[in-house]
Nanobody
Framework: QVQLVESGGGLVQAGGSLRLSCAAS????????MGWFRQAPGKEREFLAF????????YYADIVKGRFTISRDAAKNTVYLQMNSLKPEDTAVYYC??????????????????WGQGTQVTVSS
């Protein structure tokens, strides 16, 4: 079992930045892949970014490429999502997720086994 806790959400003006954190506990080791997703009201959960814990390989959805950066701190068992140039359409609940290591980069929410409780990000215009 892996427990995930997100933090760092809040209210920010358009063009601003936020850094989200996802602290992992439980059976954590280097054999997990991590993802960030978001869900706006009335919309499906949307993939944003992926990082392989072992090796640090990253992958981004086109909608955030160049604006968001995913990273990890192995010593703190924490994954981050640095979000820059935020837009009102980035308003959503943001979730981190984990799944056992795979040789493929998984971007489908239903294929992740563990989820945090989510953190609200609101971008005002």
């Amino acid at each position: 079992q892996v427990q995930l806790v997100e933090s760092g959400g809040g209210l920010v003006q358009a063009g601003g930045s936020l850094r989200l954190s996802c602290a992992a506990s439980g059976r954590t080791d280097s054999s997990y892949d991590m993802g960030w997703f978001r869900q706006a009201p009335g919309k499906e959960r949307e993939f944003l970014a992926f990082i392989r814990w072992r090796g640090g390989i990253t992958y981004y959805a086109d909608i955030v490429k160049g604006r968001f950066t995913i990273s990890r701190d192995a010593a703190k068992n924490t994954v981050y999502l640095q979000m820059n140039s935020l837009k009102p359409e980035d308003t959503a609940v943001y979730y981190c997720a984990a799944r056992p290591f795979s040789t493929v980069i998984v971007t489908t929410a239903t294929r992740y086994d563990y989820w945090g409780q989510g953190t609200q990000v609101t971008v005002s215009s």
